[in-house]
């Protein structure tokens, strides 16, 4: 049983290891490893000064018991020259090693929002969790559990390993031999009080280990339940109008109480489990106030020892005891740091799992080659079934080109996968087989039904993705005017969630208004006007023609009329087998 335990002790530190590691070799290990030998020399200053309290607390009770007034008095003045430096040291210890935490969490969080964004690993994360959940609260609030729980027990077991070692000597020179005679025999055992101690808390971390073994996975129950009612309060929030409209009050409360219920019944477990370990952890530590004065007091009584010397043993074994037992004293915070290390080991595994997909998609590449046509070669499109593993064919063989300045129209029912094969153009299709050549130099825009507008100010919704003053005022407005937004233009440096603020129609004329704004060689609208009345899309689709005469643009739409704005038709034909892409050739234009 204890081999086995090491044994995965060991596994688990060698994955502690390398979450931490990349930190204390990156480009921060300078100011680090100097944050850190500073909090380390201050404890180590610390336990040197718990010696001293240690030796001063011997003679101050002899100074009582003997009622010398002068060397209580000097003794007082002794213990305020000792208490101001350990203040100073305490504080500035807790300081040094908040400003580490803080500096160490912020460079993780950085290093995993990097990781998550890169090659659209957030969106494919949506798409197939690869067994993780909530990426928001693994950066946001597991990377701040991990870095403060890190330094903080590491320390602390530091902190117990340098007390043990300065304090058994102690109590091994003042505690003095146990002697007793067995069967006519006389012995005796040198330092009895550090074998009392060692064997004290010896029994105390076994007990303490499986009495508290529960509570490692229901701490990790317990952040996923908060993080899925804290989503779900959020995803409620940014649809308070759909929600609304359909009166939909009823099903998100009776949704939200059973996220509230279970975050209520995992709490009841860890109430649980928590009373059990905390009935023996206070009890073992009320036992060990009284515990080394009633080991030590026969010895006090006979007068081997003085009043001082009993209670320096008394406070040297507590130091021993209590560092001997930091395993036990610290088993809560040891299963809520190990169960946000799992969740930490997990969504780091689930993020590298993805970046390979992406990295070596199977039969998938976009490239860039020359300035001609933006062409798709045998694209094949399947819908994901989980596991990183495709499922569905839904799009089969499909062939396209896109000339520079070319007009073309995408149709087809509804489900039959036109977004998709934006999407595999765009290079964000983890489950797709074939090519996308595009030419080099490209600057593409892609246009969705639902734009996505940041929240912030108005400037930056419509500059996005560029920096918000990355266009003149004039500029914007400008854009906003020939939108039809003109009316936002005084609200251009006002932050507020505009998505929230702004009818769907308007979202998608300020989405053109970005396009207006960067110009793109390649323009992708994947019903980006359907929320737009019949003569405002008319409007919009001649803007677009008027304002960027050389852009291509692809269009999905359902309606008749927009195809007097495209030159060429392509139609997705569902099949048992998977839709087929038909080239339609020309369309005839009205009179």
């Known amino acids: 049983m204890v081999t086995r335990l090491l044994i995965d002790a060991g596994s688990f530190l060698g994955k502690v290891w390398a979450l931490a590691a990349p930190y204390w070799k990156s480009e921060e290990r300078l100011r680090a490893w100097g944050l850190l030998i500073a909090v380390v020399g201050l404890t180590l200053g610390l336990v040197y000064m718990a010696v001293l309290f240690n030796t001063w607390n011997r003679e101050f009770y002899n100074s009582l018991e003997q009622k010398n007034y002068q060397d209580f008095a000097q003794l007082i003045l002794y213990f305020c020259f000792l208490a101001a430096v350990y203040i100073v040291a305490a504080v500035y210890r807790l300081y040094l090693r908040q400003m580490l935490t803080m500096r ?3 460079w993780l969080t950085h290093q995993y929002l990097g990781e998550w964004l890169e090659r659209q690993v957030y969106y494919r994360l949506e798409l197939d969790h690869h067994g993780t959940d909530n990426p928001d609260q693994r950066i946001a609030e597991d990377l701040r559990l991990f870095t403060d729980g890190a330094l903080a027990l590491g320390l602390g077991l530091l902190n117990a390993v340098v007390t043990l070692v300065s304090f058994v000597a102690i109590l091994w020179a003042v505690s003095g031999p146990l002697e007793f005679a067995v069967a006519g025999t006389d012995l005796s055992v040198p330092g009895y009080m550090v074998w009392v101690a060692v064997l004290y808390a010896l029994l105390a971390s076994f007990a303490s280990h499986f009495i508290g073994r529960p509570l490692i996975g229901v701490n990790f129950r317990l952040e996923r339940m908060e993080a899925d009612l804290r989503f779900g309060l959020v995803r409620l929030r940014e649809n308070a109008e759909g ?6 009050e009823a099903p998100e409360r009776r949704n939200l109480a059973g996220r509230i219920e279970g975050v209520r019944e995992t709490w009841w477990a860890l109430m649980h489990y928590t009373k059990r370990l905390t009935y023996f952890t206070a009890g073992y530590t009320q036992v060990a106030i009284v ?20 209670t320096q043993i008394a406070n040297a074994f507590g130091e021993v005891q209590g560092a001997l037992s930091w395993f036990v004293n610290s088993y809560a915070d040891l299963a809520n ?17 993805v970046a390979r997909e992406a990295g070596t998609a199977a039969g998938f590449e976009v490239e860039t080659a020359g300035a001609g ?13 989980g596991g990183g593993i495709p499922g569905r064919v ?3 063989g499909a062939q396209l080109a896109l000339r520079p300045g070319e007009r073309v129209l995408l149709s087809g029912p509804s489900g039959s996968g036109k977004s998709t094969l934006v999407r595999a153009i765009a290079g964000i299709g983890p489950y797709a087989r074939g090519r996308v050549v595009l030419p080099q130099g490209t600057r593409a825009l892609f246009l969705p039904q639902k734009p996505y507008l940041p929240i912030g100010t108005l400037r930056a919704a419509v500059c996005y993705p560029a920096e918000p003053r990355a266009f003149g005022d004039d500029a914007v407005r400008t854009a906003l005017q020939d939108c039809r937004l003109a009316h936002l233009a005084p609200s251009l440096d006002e932050p507020s969630n505009w998505s929230m603020r702004l009818s769907l129609g308007e979202q998608q004329r300020l989405a053109l208004a970005r396009a207006l704004l960067h110009r793109p060689d390649w323009l992708f609208l994947d019903e980006a006007t359907a929320s737009m009345d019949e003569a405002l899309e008319a409007q919009m689709y001649s803007l677009v023609r008027a304002k960027l005469p050389q852009a291509a643009v692809f269009s999905i739409a359902h309606r008749p009329q927009v195809a007097r704005f495209h030159a060429r038709r392509y139609d997705l034909v569902p099949a048992a087998e998977g839709a087929s892409l038909v080239d339609r050739g020309p369309i005839a234009q009205p009179g």
């Open 104 to 106: 160490w969490r912020v």
């Open 243 to 248: 929600v609304a409209l359909y009166r939909g």
């Open 291 to 310: 515990f080394p004065f009633v080991v030590a007091a026969p010895r006090f009584f006979s007068g081997a020892i003085t009043l001082g010397g009993l």
């Open 337 to 353: 740091w190990k169960a946000s290390v799992d969740r930490l080991l997990s969504f780091k595994n689930a993020l590298d799992a």
């Open 373 to 385: 046509a933006l062409a798709v070669q045998d694209l094949e499109l399947s819908v994901p079934q």
């Open 394 to 396: 839904l799009l089969a």
